[in-house]
């Protein structure tokens, strides 16, 4: 038996994933909805490589589908299940990204027109670039610890959890990294945009 889309949005990932474990797919629709585009988001941030990040998204789903029969309530939340497996299949990509000692060039962004509109989509498109840049330089796990934080909202001991560290480890890393990130986009406010800003951005 299957329940109302409506009556589903209000259960938690964890009903969800149970009722999906029974065979309820309006459940597994409904999780699916809900976790991906976070998942997908956090992957992109991480790697910087959309077409590689849906490959993560796809395969933690897949895990998460996998595990759902054996999942045991009060263990762990499943978005903090979820993220960790993310972050493990992006770390392994990453090493095996080194390995290869492969380097790609982004294509430059295209000009539509001159308009104000699209001007302004441009400084933002640069401020969002510049951003990505700087994740970039960051270590990976400073990196991830930062974007868990400030981008995906997670609490420190979620992120413990994730990352499987302490949560003072989790401090240090997410305080470093804003250090490194001030410091790489310092210079830029006035490239960016952001010199008229009072007091930066």
């Known amino acids: 038996m299957t329940m109302a889309f409506d009556d589903l949005a209000d259960q938690s990932d964890e009903a969800l994933l149970q009722l999906y474990a029974r065979g309820d797919r309006a459940a597994a629709r409904t999780l699916v909805l809900r976790l991906s585009p976070r998942v ?56 095996a990204r080194q390995r290869r000692q492969a380097t790609t060039l982004d294509d ?19 401020r969002m670039a510049a951003l990505d840049r700087a994740l970039d330089g960051l270590p990976d796990r400073q990196r991830q610890a930062l974007i868990l934080r400030h981008i995906e ?19 240090s890393l997410t305080a470093r990294a804003k250090r490194a990130l001030a410091s790489a986009l310092g210079g830029q406010r006035e490239e960016l945009g952001y010199a008229d800003v009072e007091g930066g951005s």
């Open 40 to 95: 997908l988001g956090y992957a992109t941030r991480l790697l910087a490589d959309r077409a590689e990040a849906e490959d993560v998204a796809q395969e933690a789903m897949l895990r998460l589908w996998r595990m759902a029969p054996e999942w045991r309530t009060g263990e762990a939340q499943v978005t903090t299940w979820l993220y960790r497996v993310v972050t493990n299949l992006v770390t392994d990509r990453q090493r």
């Open 153 to 171: 909202g997670m609490s420190n001991p979620e992120i413990a959890e994730i990352m499987q560290i302490g949560v003072e480890a989790v401090e």
């Open 108 to 126: 430059a962004p295209e000009v539509a027109d001159d308009a104000p509109a699209a001007v302004a989509q441009l400084i933002e498109a640069d």
